[in-house]
């Protein structure tokens, strides 16, 4: 188009764009990126196998404990069998909302070397690589939920729905997710500065975690300094307060005899206030450290120049 | 061995390819015939999405024709597939292969490896040839960092690792700016001075890049040859008559006394020239040959005029591109790097 | 002499005629050579000194204090703790080989590698041998400090055996990874999502925790098809052996045998498929398509 055209369409600079749209551009950013996500994630086969591997994966988890518990047998394994089973399923939440965040940079930088692109674009890039984790926090949600239900109709967990307490349920599910999120953008940035093999980070991390949070054992019967690491652990009080969600007085991960929970605060277990309190405080901390350890990493990558190399090896 | 001797080093007959494709298939090559004696540099010229890739990648073995054969010193791509890889290497312009955590030292002699080198041998190659393609600055920085420029160079350096004896050049200059394009191309030449029983099978767009480097040149559009041959005898398919400017500080009886004399075809002032400005006249002057212009220059002086500047006009092999095809080279739109999955 | 000659050849005949020698040593270069990248990738980004061996050490001790929590005999954290340490092989299967033909591919070196003359096998037994530097190193920290910190104690009466069904079961494990190379690069994408089924569902079969006896019919195929599910099978009952361990697998000799039956059948079938996938990408022209 000739600079005439240009003008004659009245195309000419317009200082007013540059100010942006606010929220507006926010959410935009936001749909598509989740549009994209999804795309990504669920357009490469039909939906029966694509349900197939996401559940595959949470259920072999949840499967693998039941029978660590099986094998060593008596009324411990059975008692602890609701226990793992909530945890693990929860786990895979944890997995997937890691991931989902963490794999967009290395996708976007190595594979489809668009990360240069989506970064020098106007949209927020917090925002953009949220709405492409949001596909996966789907998946891992499905995949969460499937593995419950396995629990309940395969592996006699007793969940009764009169039971529940919804509110605390919907309290720490909503709070937990953001502190997930947290912990994806710390690991997006990390994976900023490390190689392309960083693939499997994600599941080391949630790996790791799975020792501090009480997903599958009572935090008790670690050494106290790890207990406290657990207890500074959103995550930990996660899974505890959708324990006590889903079976009210039942065994609690963060607390009960001998556990430093107990020695700190003189009591066997926290009540539900309590979880989502320490859910929230220790949620807005990491929250707040994500902020910090992602904009430090985007800073250290432009100043070295990491936004668009591959590293393959 | 299917060799015979003095081989050709390319030997193609009727290659066609056809690329699987919605929602039509698409055919790359349409019996393509081509014969390159070793030592030659030969040169493809087309415009984006001729076929040229294409015919490369089948050369090299990487792709297989959909019908016809090819040969490369004799062996068949079909199936003397390894000893071809053993004596050829390619260098692909915008090429990024490679392990970014690598520096450009270390990537060289993993290739030098996959080409049997000894491991010191391997490494006194590449230093020898990172000095000679000028990056022994960057040696020791990683390939990732490495400007599009000096990643060439390296490129250029891989493809030599093997001292092939004949090397596929995929549009080597591709995305480089003035100065690292030239200095690609005085590497080549220097590369083919030293080994000139070597062969060098050049894909281009550029006329310029074509005109310099090959002794001989097919031009190709829409995956056939057009027309083979020297730089000089293409453009001499355009230009049967020599053509000549010429500025003269007068001439009495104008164009018309030029035109009569013997061996001019005709004669005229030349348009948008400053003739008028300097008070000189420029005049566009079709000979019969070359060797009309001694009698035309004796018979100027004759008339009392002064020869002020001669210059000789050269058709470009854009000028025979446009022969050939009846458009120019930017008129087709289609990338055979997008649209064909080659 | 210019810099740009290196070996005269009289012709491009003679040149291209190459000496089974010169063709075997070719291919064991083109081993260490794509091992190098590895090697050197280890040394220069050394983040995965914290990801690949103290994070994994943290994942293993998890299910340790499961079984802590339990109460088990001991003899179990071992089996955790041998499993913990097998992992690391597996991950790098899945990791940097299965999936790697394909990132080859999307960074444009397949072509570079088909076009060199060495046999293609030879670069994927170079990642392999990359890869097992550090899952090597992995392994061995997981199992040390795992070892040290949770007292575990082993009781090995044939070394030998040991060692053989361990090199007999990292054979098998990296001849399959080879396989699921192929296989990657043939599906793309889908393969890609394959990941999600080679890990925690080929734990739980495998009885990555457990032994995998107690997996009744389930166990029994996976010790006839799963590389990490015959070899840590093994492998557990040659290291505790005084531990009472559930029987209904079959003896290490045995597994022994299959480790050997799945490695031949893993090499030709990756040999086979290396074979198809390059002739199916030259009809197809799809050495270099990039995105998929």
Redesign the interface.
Known sequence: MTSEAFRARGDTFDATRTRGNGPADLGRSFRTATRLGWQMEANWTDPALFFIYSVAKPVSSALILVVMLEVIGGAAGREFRGFVVVGSALWSFVTSGIAGLAWSILDDRERYRMLKYVYVSPSDFVVVLLGRGVARVAVGAMGALITLGVGVTVLGVPVDPAGVDWILLAAVMALGLVAIVAIGVVLAGICIQTRQESWSYPEAVAGAMFLVTGAVFPLAVLPAPVQAIGLLTPLSWWIAGVREALFPGGVSSVGGDGSLFADLFGRAVPDPLEIVLALLVTGALVTLAAAGVFRWSERRARDRGLLDRTTGS | MSSAPAQLAIEAHSVRRVYRAKPADVVALDGVDLDVAPGEFFGLLGPNGAGKTTLIKILTTLLLPSSGSARVFGFDVERDVTRIRRIMNMVAGGEQSGYGILTAREQLWMFSQFYGLGTREGWTRVDELIEAVGLAEQRLQRVSTLSTGQRQKMNMARGLLNDPWILFLDEPTLGLDVGAARAIRALILEWKAAVPDRTVLLTTHYMAEADELCDRIAIVDRGRVLAIGSPAELKRRVQRESIFRIELDRLDGGSAALARLPGVVSAAAASGEGGEERQTMVMNLVLEEDAALGGVVGALGAMGSTILALRKSEPTLEDVFVELVGRGFEEREQDDRTAVPA | M??????R?ES??A????SAR?AL??NL??V???A???V??MV??P??VF??M???F??T???V????????PQE?VGFVVLGGAMTAFW?NVV??MA?QLW??K????L????????HFMAVLFGMAV?GLFMSSTRAIVVLAVSTTLYGVTFAVDQWLLLLAVFVLTLAALYGLGMVLASLFLLWG??A???T??L???V??VSG????VG??GFIGALAIAFIPLAVGLDAMRQLAFADAAY?VGTPAPEVEIVILVAMTGVFLALARWALAVIERR?????????R?Q
Do not use: C, K
């Not at chain 3, 072509?111 to 060495?118: D, I, K, R």
């Not at chain 3, 990555?208 to 032994?211: A, G, I, K, R, S």
């Not at chain 3, 990408?281 to 398509?289: E, N, P, Q, T, Y």
């Open positions: 210019s810099v740009f000659v290196h070996h050849t491009p005949q040149a291209a005629d190459w010169q040593m070719t270069r083109a260490i050579g794509r190098y990248p590895r050197r990738g220069r980004e983040s995965w990801f690949e103290l994070l994994p943290l994942a001790s998890g299910f204090f499961v079984y802590r929590a339990l109460d088990a179990y991950l990791w940097m999936s990132w080859e999307s960074q444009g070196n072509e570079l590698y088909f076009a060199a003359p060495m990359g994408r889908e890609w999502h394959l999600q089924l890990q925690e569902p734990y739980f990555l925790n457990f032994p107690r997996l559930p990408a030259r009809v197809a022209g799809s050495l270099s398509i995105w």
